[in-house]
């Protein structure tokens, strides 16, 4: 059974840089097949895809966010992680890291989720 | 892009059947058969109910169904039972810059 975990601080103040990390067991990164997503959901909003890394260690972000993204992969360590630069307080969300499968593009498993809020 | 349109709400009774509908474009949903439905209850994260249009993961009740016509694709639970009150989003993938993009949320209320 796939289980992503996310983690990292809570509270980030604004122009700073957000740091998450995507712990993954029961299954590895470094396999082919899917590709391993950050989605965000601010309070009482919808879902907005931040974007993915693929097993390759080639990566696609939302353009809306292109400019502040980069997320990498620890293949030791069975992890990726997302760095959001430059944060202001509309970047207050739950972060959600999941998995998505190349062949339904869907996320079919995904972390709890982390609220980050950015406030100084 | 534009996030996909869904109603903001849709309500019925236990036992009957209820449509959420998802208005895209050609670029996402009339253009590709990788349409998504996710269910979220408060404070959890959301559940793949639908994948590729209509297909059901493992472990999902076939209460559950999807179709796609045009650049609309539907959601249908049938027998409406009070466990399936919570959020519903749908996504697709698109061709344009964005890759993913998520409806815009139906919150099921279950009378």
């Known amino acids: 059974q796939v289980q992503l975990q996310e983690s990292g601080p809570g509270l980030v103040k604004p122009s700073q840089t957000l740091s998450l990390t995507c712990n993954v067991s029961?299954?590895?990164?470094?396999?082919?097949?899917?590709?391993w997503s950050w989605i965000r959901q601010p309070a009482g909003k919808g879902l907005e895809w931040i974007g993915r890394?693929?097993?390759?260690?080639?990566?696609n972000y939302n353009p809306s966010l292109k400019s502040r993204v980069t997320i990498s992969e620890d293949t030791s360590k069975n992890q990726f992680s997302l760095e959001l630069s430059s944060v202001t307080a509309a970047d207050t969300a739950v972060y959600y890291c999941a998995r998505e499968a190349t062949q339904w593009l869907a996320n079919d498993y995904w972390g709890q989720g982390t609220l980050v809020t950015v406030s100084s | 892009q534009s996030a996909l349109t869904q109603p903001a709400s849709v309500s019925g009774s236990p036992g009957q059947s209820i449509t959420i509908s998802c208005t895209g474009t050609s670029s996402d949903i009339g253009g590709y058969n990788y349409v998504s439905w996710y269910q979220q209850y408060p404070g959890k994260a959301p559940k793949l109910m639908i994948y590729?249009?209509?297909d059901r993961p493992s472990g999902v009740s076939n209460r559950f169904s999807g179709s796609k016509s045009g650049n609309t694709a539907s959601l249908t639970i049938s027998g409406l039972q009070a466990e399936d009150e919570a959020d519903y989003y749908c996504?697709?993938?698109?061709?344009?810059?964005?890759?993913?993009?998520f409806g815009t949320g139906t919150k099921v209320t279950v009378l």
């Open positions: 996504s697709s993938y698109t061709s344009t810059n964005t890759l993913e993009v």
């Open positions: 590729e249009v209509s």
């Open positions: 890394m693929y097993s390759s260690g080639s990566t």
């Open positions: 029961g299954g590895s990164i470094s396999r082919g097949s899917y590709y």
